[in-house]
């Protein structure tokens, strides 16, 4: 199969928004600035001039109405005022035939954070999806982002949850299908921020022949050709490797036995750092 000509902005959750706190806050024109040169910004650098359409998906979340209201805000702020909200809530919202239509004349997607279960169950096998995998297939004008659960329900394989006792023994995460936009990769969020190390180094165990991203609050990766990563945003990214694994004994052992993985690699890319996933080499 021919590598995607489309974009995908995968985000770790907790972007700057644009969002001002107090006016006399000593931190605001900081704030500002990083905002002007955030990762809402690239994303719309990355779309195509004036009248650029992006469709907020609320999917995830139980709020809609509020989350949908912050991208809009956020984009306005950035000078894009054509942004619409798609309340995608159930099964029957992913067939419905004006949501198909604006998705099949969007420039670009935007899925909000809140529960990445919810995002494959209510879009998975959906024609609404169809068409975004086939638009990110084969348009080189498209770009789908994702945030927080948005972002962890891109990949194939996906963590629907974990516990956080006993980690790096088998069975501390739970993985699940995702809505496999995203080929061989899978994705984690507020990694750095709520120390989830080791839940992907078990997502991988479990599917060596995958990559882990961990992905930093207000840290996102840009991905082009299903293979390029660029990280983008103030944070780090983290890449789990397995491939080369010279022992894993997550196949062979029981639930509640602890891991075994041998010549597991790992990556830190701050903002600015590429990576070819399919070569191993930096860019």
Known sequence: ??????????????????????????????????????????IHDELHGPGTRIEVVTTATLYPKRA????????????CDNVGVLPIQHPDDARNPEFLERLRNTHAVMFTGGDQKRLAEVLGGSEALHILKTRYQQEEK????????????????????SVDTNPLVKGTVSLAKGLDILDQMIIDTHFVNRRRIPRLIEAIAANPTHIGIGLGEDTGILITWNNCIETIGSGLVVVID??????????????????????????????????????????
């Open 142 to 161: 498209f770009l789908i982002s994702g945030t927080s659960a948005g972002a962890m329900a891109l990949s194939g394989v996906m963590i629907s949850g």
């Open 68 to 79: 949908g209201k912050v991208y809009t805000d956020a984009f306005l702020l950035l000078g």
């Open 1 to 42: 199969m021919e590598a995607p000509k489309g974009k995908i902005v995968a985000i770790g959750g907790n972007e700057n928004k644009g969002i001002i706190p107090d006016a006399d806050s000593p931190d605001l024109q900081q704030l500002q600035e990083t905002f002007a040169q955030g990762i809402l910004k690239r």
């Open 242 to 283: 397995g491939r080369r694994l010279e022992k894993n004994t997550y196949h062979f052992i029981q639930r509640g036995d602890p891991l075994c993985v041998e010549n597991l690699i790992m990556h830190v890319l701050p903002k600015g750092r590429a990576y070819n996933v399919v070569t191993g080499k930096f860019m």
